[in-house]
């Protein structure tokens, strides 16, 4: 069974630039989350889908993140425009039925 | 403060040592609790799950849960080089709408030398 992916797995941005990040997660798992993980930090969600639709954004600063998943499958989470505080690697994980989350590699994120 | 607490270390220990990793929480609603493992530069992975109080065990981990205190624990005997990682405690409520919505503590960092 193919993991969660994320594209891309680095990225170098200024600051009030703008970046995307890409998930694809495992086949079949309605559920999927971001978190951001701060060095030195664990994961804090920033948005749950259940398919297509969103549970859960309560710790998503909406005024410059945004995230979509289109047709319940792959999604995609946006900063524009990212600040310094940023700078953390970006994970989506999935999960069936809200059983074990399966996390993918990340994405590093580093604002100069 | 915290939700979750959990020590950052870092901790070293020798090969062979039996590990202790502790997590504290003040939030009763959490009813399922999980520690993972990150290695460095990949994304966490499930070690342990657990719901009810008491010790759960799996090849070397053990997971304990107190709820009455609300702590837990995660033991690894005769610990190896290769589970030189940073562990992370996990914990989410039972329903509503943060279902799912895992709570980290920040991880302890572990350094198993031969």
């Known amino acids: 069974e193919a993991g969660v992916a994320q594209s891309p797995r680095y990225k170098i941005i200024e600051k009030r630039q703008s970046v995307a990040f890409w998930c694809n997660p495992i086949s079949g798992h309605a559920t999927l989350y971001w978190y951001q993980q701060i060095l030195g930090q664990g994961p804090k969600l920033l948005i749950q889908?259940?398919?297509?639709?969103?549970?859960?954004d309560s710790q998503l600063p909406k005024d410059r993140f945004s995230a979509e998943r289109l047709k319940g499958v792959d999604s995609t989470l946006k900063i524009q425009p990212a600040k310094l505080e940023d700078s953390a690697v970006y994970l989506c994980a999935s999960t069936y039925g809200g059983s074990e989350q399966y996390f993918g590699p990340g994405t590093r994120l580093t604002v100069t | 403060q915290k939700e979750v607490e959990q020590d950052p270390g870092p901790l070293s220990v020798p090969e062979g040592a039996i590990v202790s990793l502790n997590c504290t929480y003040s939030n009763s609603a959490f009813q399922y609790f999980m520690w993972y493992r990150q290695y460095s530069r990949k994304g966490p992975e499930l070690l342990m799950y657990t719901y009810s109080s008491g010790n759960k065990e799996d090849g070397r981990f053990t997971a304990q849960v107190d709820k009455s205190s609300k702590y837990i624990s995660l033991f690894i005997r005769d610990s190896q080089p290769s589970d030189s990682a940073t562990y992370l405690c996990a914990m989410k409520d039972a329903g509503g709408t943060s279902y799912g919505k895992l709570t980290f503590g920040q991880g302890t960092i572990l350094t198993v030398h031969p």
């Open positions: 889908f259940q398919n297509n639709g969103v549970v859960d």
